[in-house]
């Protein structure tokens, strides 16, 4: 498995709250455990405690991903650090049993947690896969949807550093909006230009008497 599929976790688990919608998709120990993926054995440790413990670290996650939109670098780096001294992992080499065109082991890196309990090994995924993201291509490439209200994280791999929207639904929706946005504008100053001229108009005197 790739360090960068890891950084996944984190976006998959901030994006499961819409604070402006007042949505919140983490209820249930079962939506806790659709966050682990294909990882079961991981997920089968989740309990219903796991809730509000992974609600917090949602929080912290969300906290990293509003300072890089803001452009606070330094704050960002920081509120990730703590996460990463808190939920520590080990790199392990790992082949997975998979083998290449040459019968070899398919070697790399693997992220080998050591948890307490379902948020540790989560979090300590999720932070560490976030941190390879922002060391690897720049803390601008975290960021909140442009596209209002929604708000939810994305990491952005645009060759040109562009990605403004979490999603084609909400860069279409955006697109529109101020599509629509433009038009009223325009039809405002076309009104207002044809409200002036007609007060421009000379007044003709009468020629009754």
Aim: with cysteine.
């Amino acid at each position: 498995m790739e360090l960068a599929y890891y950084s996944d976790y984190a976006v998959r688990l901030v994006n499961t709250e819409e604070p402006a919608r007042d949505k919140d998709s983490l209820t249930t120990v079962e939506s806790v455990r659709e966050l682990f993926g294909a990882n079961a054995q991981a997920a089968r440790r989740a309990t219903d405690a796991d809730v509000t413990r992974f609600r917090s670290v949602r929080a912290r996650l969300r906290a990293v991903f509003e300072a890089a939109d803001d452009g606070e670098e330094t704050l960002a780096v920081d509120l990730l650090n703590s996460l990463l001294l808190e939920f520590p992992v080990s790199p392990q080499i790992s082949g997975h049993d998979t083998r290449d065109e040459d019968g070899k082991p398919d070697w790399h890196m693997h992220l080998a947690d050591h948890p307490s309990n379902a948020t540790a090994g989560f979090a300590a995924i999720a932070a560490m896969g976030l941190a390879f993201h922002l060391t690897s291509h720049g803390v601008d490439r975290l960021g909140l949807c442009e596209a209002a209200p929604c708000r939810n994280a994305y990491l952005d791999t645009s060759t040109n550093r562009s990605r403004r929207y979490c999603s084609d639904r909400c860069a279409t929706r955006a697109n529109v909006a101020a599509y629509r946005a433009r038009k009223r504008l325009e039809t405002d100053r076309s009104g207002e230009t044809r409200r002036t001229a007609d007060s421009a108009q000379p007044i003709t005197p009468s020629t009754d008497r």
